[in-house]
């Protein structure tokens, strides 16, 4: 299957950038981790092996016969996350398969991701219209709102959120009117607006938000938020030194090792950490959407370009949340934050992309 | 299907060129942002990065320690206090927590709303004292169930205590909390709940009796446990103070005095200190030192008999037979009598029109000025005061140190009242007229004075002009030659004055009672009537009088000044006088105890 000229096309700098940002994440995680049980170091470090040899398989099989197979790919996660939801509430605390997944540590839902890229990259590979028709555009919504709600409903707010930059991905690459444009942002406006100020009550919000932080806010809301702050601005320009940072080791950051991993290099490492963290991610983000070009067709480009909106997003995203420029949602950064599934996933979809470059030479 | 490498997606990358524009451009602002954070705010979060790791705790200092003046009974020292104190910062729900809170501690909610009410304007991670002086069991029921009260903490603290209880009570005085006002004004460098003396020696010495509060400040966590000591200063507690007080005469005082009211005050002759300083009824400071306003306070502030009142200085009345001797010293001095100068007394006699009686209805027939104090004859001294005038028996009386304060270190005394024709014409306006001074003559009128000036004045009658301050604190001694002060009047005055209260004493005298074999106490008694001859004729009523006793001993080189009122006594010689004699009579046996140096 693999190809000695596909072995030499794969990008290694692309990989170095990988491996480089998830190791900066391990370093972190140990920071923020090591006084409590549970060794979240060497489990990420497990995973990070795991996720490494993953990608190296997945990079065997040709990118478009993982298309052929993405709709049953989307189908079992579909099915499998609808089961999580129906045994996971019928059968609440029994010893059931899905209480044994939990305890292994997988979330199907951060694989879902990868799902929903390859059936939606499958989809927009036949579309050559100029722009997005109102059909298709249905189709390729209806394909994201499906596992959205199922992961919402688990709730997971954070993963089910993250899906939406794939599809918006998908439908800036593919092409909008400006009518089209201009009615999807007035109806996510005013969605969001009446939806949190009229639809959720106050105790419903706060729910959501704890439910989707394992911490549970105990001194008023915009607790976390200000002890993440207080991290970050105290480090100052050279930071207060690895495992010194007052914040994290005490305890005054809530998520230290999964949420606010960020805030515990703001805090340690400095503005010079976070200058150097963020350069790294975006050489990293930017060797991805370069990649965009170099595909050879359009699956090819839609992997790419979802896979780097989804990284992309959840950066900024994550990054903004913790100093209060975005609500808490409860997104982990890709690969510094603690968490073995959406490490994997993030090892995947790049995978994906590594797999589409290196099958981007013509003269196979 | 077209060959991939003829497709034409140019619009698409355009697209994807576009959204990493937009990508870099957030990258840029974020990064905007947490410069701004990091570098522009960094003070300001840096500051609150340390408040929230450290905790300052305050290591209250002991007071200083009191002793009588040898030294080496100790009569307020501190034992160790528990005391439970609330958090706020680590409550979930105030409100909550108190309704919990209150079956435990035995306490209203209400009562705790109130004390965390009174300090809510401290930070929210400084305890706040809800209960003091906790038993051993409370603290073993709290302590016990720690895990349910996160928000409690049991603290220790050093408390003061007088282990005599009521012993020398007045002097000593007693500690309240500061107020808001006291914290504003006089207090500025302490801090709210803390305990300062507000009487008595705890008082007047609180800068030097209170010590140095130390500091603790520790890292915490965020759930406030303890990581680590940062800095620790000890409390400074300074060193002990010695009192002029003699202890085995302040407890024969109080014990003669214990059942009734009055005062008793024993001066060093020598140096103005106090050997003791009694006034009944009185109380025991232990029961309530704390912060919250006892009951125990409120009960004896109501109390009729006003226990807290120290009667030694605060109590005001009038002098009688006491004042004689201020009386002869004027008017030999004025050159109106010798001592040998004669008058008759026939039990009464009239002045300006009007009868005035002495004490004893038979009369005394005829005595000079020896005599008259000796028998404390009243028609001796109304010819006295039918020939001086009221504003100099003022002046002399003030030369005597009556009607102003002595100066003694401890607050709140009373200046007591000397009359003259221009208080008269002030407080009355009305002229002074000369009959009124019949009755000054012999210490009634609107004269008051209290224990303390008397024993003052009796001071300076022994020691033949020279006038030392009164004072409790034993350092003050060695200064009482510096701060002396004489008067102008003549020693060979204050001589013959001596010589009737020798005579009072030793030869079968009003002050008999307070007679000391080789002694040779001088004294002068007193009875003053609580209402007037008349009224007290017309009612029915037969009050007791005041008791007075002020005498010193011995005659020569005199080492000990002791004045005592009993408040409806009765007789001065019969009811004062032999308490002074039983104090006389320690004094002596404590100092004559064979000196080595002496050979005996």
């Given at each position: 299957m693999i190809d000695r000229v596909h072995l030499r096309e794969i990008d290694w700098i692309l990989i170095g950038l990988l491996l480089l940002n998830a190791v900066l994440g391990v370093v972190l995680i140990d920071s923020s981790s090591h006084y409590l049980a549970g060794s979240f170091f060497f489990r990420q470090l497990l995973w990070l092996l795991v996720s490494v040899i993953l990608l190296f398989l997945t990079l065997t099989v040709d990118y478009k016969v993982l298309l052929g197979f993405s709709p049953y790919v989307y189908g079992f996660f579909i099915a499998l996350l609808t089961g999580l939801l129906v045994f996971g509430k019928t059968i609440s605390g029994a010893k059931s398969w899905v209480v044994h997944l939990s305890v292994f540590g997988g979330q199907p839902s951060e694989l879902a991701k990868i799902a929903l890229i390859l059936l939606l990259a499958r989809i927009f590979s036949e579309y050559r219209r100029r722009s997005l028709s109102f059909g298709f555009g249905m189709l390729s919504a209806g394909a994201t709102v499906l596992p959205f709600v199922v992961i919402g409903l688990q709730p997971d707010l954070g993963t089910a959120v993250s899906l939406l930059p794939i599809l918006f991905g998908a439908l800036i690459l593919c092409g909008l009117t400006r009518k089209t444009v201009v009615l999807l942002l007035a109806g996510t406006l005013v969605l969001g607006f009446t939806g949190w100020n009229f639809v959720l009550k106050d105790y419903q919000k706060k729910r959501l938000v704890t439910l989707v932080n394992p911490s549970q806010d105990p001194r008023g809301a915009g607790y976390h938020v200000l002890q993440s702050k207080i991290a970050i601005g105290s480090g100052g320009l050279s930071g207060k030194g690895f495992k010194k940072g007052t914040q994290t080791q005490l305890k005054f950051l809530p998520a230290r090792h999964t949420d606010f991993i960020v805030s515990v290099l703001g805090e340690e490492f400095g503005f010079l950490g976070i200058f150097a963290v963020f350069l790294s991610y975006f050489f990293f983000l930017a060797r991805l959407f370069t990649s965009v070009f170099q595909s050879r067709d359009r699956a090819g480009m839609y992997i790419i370009f979802m896979v780097a909106c989804l990284l992309a997003f959840q950066f900024l995203v994550n990054v903004m949340m913790i100093v209060g420029l975005f609500p808490v949602t409860g997104i982990p950064i890709p690969l510094l934050s603690y968490g073995g599934s959406s490490l994997l996933t993030t090892f995947l979809a790049v995978g994906l992309a590594l797999n589409v470059k290196m099958r981007s030479c013509v003269n196979v | 299907?077209?060959?991939?490498?003829?497709?034409?997606?140019?619009?698409?990358?355009?697209?994807?060129?576009?959204?990493?524009?937009?990508?870099?451009?957030?990258?840029?602002?974020?990064?905007?942002?947490?410069?701004?954070?990091?570098?522009?705010?960094?003070?300001?979060?840096?500051?609150?990065?340390?408040?929230?790791?450290?905790?300052?705790?305050?290591?209250?200092?002991?007071?200083?320690?009191?002793?009588?003046?040898?030294?080496?009974?100790?009569?307020?020292?501190?034992?160790?206090?528990?005391?439970?104190?609330?958090?706020?910062?680590?409550?979930?729900?105030?409100?909550?927590?108190?309704?919990?809170?209150?079956?435990?501690?035995?306490?209203?909610?209400?009562?705790?709303?109130?004390?965390?009410?009174?300090?809510?304007?401290?930070?929210?991670?400084?305890?706040?004292?809800?209960?003091?002086?906790?038993?051993?069991?409370?603290?073993?029921?709290?302590?016990?169930?720690?895990?349910?009260?996160?928000?409690?903490?049991?603290?220790?603290?050093?408390?003061?205590?007088?282990?005599?209880?009521?012993?020398?009570?007045?002097?000593?005085?007693?500690?309240?909390?500061?107020?808001?006002?006291?914290?504003?004004?006089?207090?500025?460098?302490?801090?709210?709940?803390?305990?300062?003396?507000?009487?008595?020696?705890?008082?007047?010495?609180?800068?030097?009796?209170?010590?140095?509060?130390?500091?603790?400040?520790?890292?915490?966590d965020s759930l406030g446990r303890k990581r680590d000591e940062l800095e620790r200063v000890e409390p400074r507690q300074r060193a002990k103070l010695a009192l002029t007080l003699d202890f085995d005469l302040q407890a024969m005082a109080e014990e003669l005095l214990a059942g009734k009211e009055g005062a008793?005050?024993?001066?060093?002759?020598?140096?103005?200190?106090?050997?003791?300083?009694?006034?009944?009824?009185?109380?025991?400071?232990?029961?309530?030192?704390?912060?919250?306003?006892?009951?125990?306070?409120?009960?004896?502030?109501?109390?009729?008999?006003?226990?807290?009142?120290?009667?030694?200085?605060?109590?005001?009345?009038?002098?009688?037979?006491?004042?004689?001797?201020?009386?002869?010293?004027?008017?030999?001095?004025?050159?109106?009598?010798?001592?040998?100068?004669?008058?008759?007394?026939?039990?009464?006699?009239?002045?300006?029109?009007?009868?005035?009686?002495?004490?004893?209805?038979?009369?005394?027939?005829?005595?000079?000025?020896?005599?008259?104090?000796?028998?404390?004859?009243?028609?001796?001294?109304?010819?006295?005061?039918?020939?001086?005038?009221?504003?100099?028996?003022?002046?002399?009386?003030?030369?005597?140190?009556?009607?102003?304060?002595?100066?003694?270190?401890?607050?709140?005394?009373?200046?007591?009242?000397?009359?003259?024709?221009?208080?008269?014409?002030?407080?009355?306006?009305?002229?002074?007229?000369?009959?009124?001074?019949?009755?000054?003559?012999?210490?009634?009128?609107?004269?008051?004075?209290?224990?303390?000036?008397?024993?003052?004045?009796?001071?300076?009658?022994?020691?033949?002009?020279?006038?030392?301050?009164?004072?409790?604190?034993?350092?003050?001694?060695?200064?009482?030659?510096?701060?002396?002060?004489?008067t102008s009047i003549p020693s060979a005055i204050f001589e013959k004055v001596i010589e009737g209260m020798w005579r009072s004493a030793n030869m079968e005298g009003t002050g008999r009672g307070a007679k000391v074999e080789k002694f040779d106490v001088c004294a002068k008694t007193g009875s003053t009537q609580t209402i007037g001859r008349e009224t007290s004729e017309r009612l029915g009523i037969k009050k007791k009088t005041h008791s007075w006793f002020t005498g010193f001993a011995p005659r020569n080189n005199p080492e000990i000044v002791v004045t005592i009122l009993i408040e409806f006594g009765g007789g001065g010689g019969a009811a004062a006088a032999p308490i002074a004699g039983r104090l006389f009579k320690l004094y002596k046996d404590k100092h004559d105890r064979p000196s080595p140096s002496s050979g005996n």
């Open positions: - | 299907m077209v060959s991939p490498i003829y497709e034409d997606m140019t619009p698409n990358l355009k697209r994807a060129r576009l959204v990493f524009i937009v990508v870099a451009i957030l990258f840029g602002v974020v990064l905007f942002f947490y410069w701004k954070i990091q570098i522009l705010n960094y003070g300001k979060f840096w500051t609150a990065s340390e408040s929230n790791r450290t905790r300052e705790i305050v290591i209250p200092a002991p007071r200083a320690i009191l002793t009588d003046r040898g030294g080496s009974v100790i009569l307020a020292n501190n034992v160790v206090a528990f005391k439970v104190s609330l958090i706020r910062e680590n409550t979930r729900n105030l409100e909550e927590s108190l309704a919990r809170i209150s079956p435990l501690l035995g306490l209203d909610v209400a009562v705790l709303r109130q004390r965390i009410d009174k300090y809510m304007t401290l930070p929210l991670f400084r305890p706040i004292v809800v209960k003091d002086n906790l038993s051993l069991t409370e603290v073993s029921q709290i302590e016990g169930r720690r895990m349910d009260f996160p928000e409690l903490v049991i603290e220790t603290e050093p408390k003061r205590a007088y282990p005599f209880l009521s012993f020398a009570a007045h002097a000593l005085g007693y500690l309240q909390e500061l107020t808001p006002e006291d914290l504003r004004t006089a207090f500025k460098d302490r801090k709210i709940g803390d305990m300062a003396g507000k009487t008595g020696i705890e008082g007047a010495y609180e800068s030097r009796l209170a010590g140095v509060d130390g500091k603790l400040v520790e890292v915490v008793i005050v024993a001066l060093d002759a020598r140096t103005g200190g106090v050997l003791a300083l009694a006034s009944f009824p009185t109380y025991d400071p232990n029961k309530f030192i704390t912060r919250f306003t006892p009951e125990e306070w409120i009960e004896l502030a109501r109390n009729p008999d006003t226990p807290l009142v120290n009667r030694a200085l605060q109590g005001q009345y009038s002098p009688g037979s006491i004042f004689k001797p201020a009386m002869a010293i004027g008017a030999l001095d004025l050159g109106l009598i010798t001592e040998q100068t004669t008058f008759f007394c026939a039990g009464a006699a009239l002045f300006y029109g009007r009868p005035f009686h002495c004490w004893f209805e038979p009369g005394h027939g005829s005595l000079n000025l020896p005599e008259a104090i000796r028998q404390s004859c009243n028609v001796y001294f109304y010819n006295l005061g039918m020939r001086m005038k009221i504003d100099d028996i003022a002046r002399y009386a003030d030369e005597l140190g009556l009607g102003k304060k002595t100066g003694v270190d401890i607050a709140g005394e009373k200046t007591g009242l000397v009359p003259s024709t221009e208080w008269k014409r002030k407080t009355q306006g009305e002229p002074w007229y000369p009959g009124e001074t019949i009755s000054v003559a012999i210490g009634q009128g609107p004269l008051q004075v209290t224990p303390l000036q008397i024993a003052a004045m009796t001071a300076q009658i022994a020691n033949r002009g020279t006038r030392f301050q009164p004072h409790l604190v034993l350092e003050d001694d060695a200064k009482a030659g510096v701060s002396a002060t004489r």
